[in-house]
């Protein structure tokens, strides 16, 4: 084989490297290995097509597990490695990697990074480790997040470190992963990763993440249970992201039909739900200024921000997210009312100035922030639509104070009238700019009181007049 390319021309577009066609056949692999092959390439189509035998094979050789620009351009084929930062991280995201694949590479990162872990003990001295990036090398903990500034000290001392040891570009842990399972998250744990809350580049925890990536199974809910066993932090520090567990839940949620919940998942989500919500009780309203809020953006209108949904799933999405929360009656009513102040919000087409929705879908997790000038523009155009809104709120309180029978009554009640009123196909439709046609406070009131079942007839002196102003 001498003076051939033993990783072949991968530079190419759709060129396996040589070693992918040797998957099964031991002799012609060890052969291209002890040539100088570069398994890491390999690695990804071993992964993708299931062949755990070649990837134990080929990790045995110590391949590297973390990609670089080089990686990266041989093998264009395989371009969603761009957005990983590791073997795993790729194999955590990859449909078709098994459980016994994924396990393997974890044991694996584990030994490379004891390796590192137990050289720079050995390399810097006890002054040396007070420093902040080495602090995490005592006590039998795995270097994590700081691995990559190690390594750096490591060279400036005039060490070689092999690539077989390099920690990925990204400061982050092995926790900061969309993608990361409740089994691998307990494998690194009990390997020696044990820094569960440590902040990446960006100011996010991976408890954070987990928040972010939670859906309908009860998978996603139980890693976020694991995270807080292990002492994560349910309050989070990012100004752009929901401040802690609970906010960042309901937001996640807000495209998910939790209607859709498994009944064997129920017990368990409604089981952390009620913990998360005691760990973050005393800040459960974000700090937003918008009109579509009270005192600020609760779980339940963060839950809703969705366009383009209809009341019906809406409505829906309420009565189940009460379940599974198990609100109290007077809870129910709270969240009731926030929830139909957001729906009249949007239906009046006012804009949200909140940093949590803006008219387009949001990517996971994404918060767009409207600067402070578009702010004050936006509030200043819907000044006088936000008496609009406070005049419905008003008639909200007042109805149900006289209402006898339960909330589920007055609420099926109260949106059978406004749905004549404020047509739900019309959400969003009104121009804040024009003086389109505002019902008066009397039309309102009896249009409610037509649909309303065991309403007690009154007249309305309390609302002020002139809160109502031009729209009468």
């Not at 997040?145 to 570009?169: D, I, Q, T």
């Not at 842990?173 to 990446?200: C, K, W």
């Not at 009780?281 to 009109?291: E, G, K, N, P």
């Not at 803006?358 to 639509?385: Q, Y």
């Amino acid at each position: 084989m001498e003076g051939c390319n033993v990783n072949g021309n991968t530079d190419e577009e759709h060129i396996y490297p040589p070693l992918a066609f040797t998957f099964g056949w031991t002799v012609g692999m060890t052969t291209l290995l002890d040539a100088g092959a570069d398994p890491f390439c390999a690695l990804i189509l071993a992964l993708y097509y299931k062949d755990d035998f070649a990837l134990s094979s080929l990790l045995e050789y110590d391949c590297a597990l973390f990609s670089s620009q080089q990686h990266i351009s041989k093998i264009r084929p395989y371009n969603r490695l761009h957005s990983y930062n590791s073997i795993l991280s790729f194999a955590l995201g990859l449909h078709e990697a098994t459980a016994k694949a994924k396990t393997l590479i974890t044991g694996r990162l584990v030994g490379h990074r004891r390796r590192l872990t137990d050289w720079a003990a050995a390399m810097f001295s006890s002054v040396e480790r007070q420093n902040a990036c080495m602090e995490t090398i005592s006590d039998g903990r795995l270097l994590d997040r700081f691995a990559k500034p190690v390594v750096l000290a490591l060279c400036r001392k005039g060490s070689v470190v092999p690539n077989v040891l390099w920690p990925g570009e990204r400061q982050r842990s092995v926790y900061h992963d969309p993608n990361m399972t409740l089994l691998i998250a307990e494998q690194l744990y009990s390997g020696g990763f044990r820094s569960v809350d440590d902040l990446d580049e960006d100011g996010v925890t991976p408890l954070q993440i987990a928040c972010t990536n939670v859906d309908v199974h009860k998978e996603r809910w139980e890693l976020i249970s694991w995270y807080l066993d292990k002492g994560a932090m349910p309050h989070f520090r990012n100004p752009n992201r929901p401040k802690n567990c609970f906010l960042a839940i309901s937001f996640s949620l807000r495209n998910q039909m939790i209607t859709d919940i498994e009944e064997s998942a129920e017990s368990v989500i409604r089981r952390i739900l009620r913990r998360i919500y005691d760990l973050c009780r005393s800040a459960i309203v974000d700090s937003c200024l918008c009109y579509c809020s009270t005192y600020g953006c609760t779980p339940v209108q963060l839950l809703h921000k969705r366009y383009g949904w209809d009341w019906e799933r809406r409505s829906a999405k309420f009565e189940k997210w009460a379940y599974l929360n198990d609100f109290t009656p007077m809870q129910k009513e709270s969240c009731g009312e926030e929830l139909c102040r957001l729906e009249i919000f949007e239906r009046l087409g006012m804009a949200h100035t909140c940093c949590y929705a803006k008219p387009k879908p949001l990517a996971r997790g994404e918060c767009l922030v409207p600067s402070d000038e578009e702010c004050h523009e936006l509030r200043e155009e819907d000044s006088n639509f936000s008496h609009t809104l406070e005049l419905y709120m008003s008639i909200y309180r007042r109805l149900r104070r006289e209402h006898v029978g339960p909330f589920s009554n007055f609420w099926c009640d109260w949106w059978a009238a406004i749905n004549d009123i404020l047509p739900k196909e019309d959400r969003g439709s009104h121009s804040t700019s024009s003086n389109d046609y505002v019902p008066s406070i009397g039309e309102i009131r009896l249009s409610v009181q037509s649909k309303l079942r065991n309403y007690k007839v009154e007249d309305c002196e309390d609302v002020p007049l002139d809160s109502i102003g031009i729209f009468l």
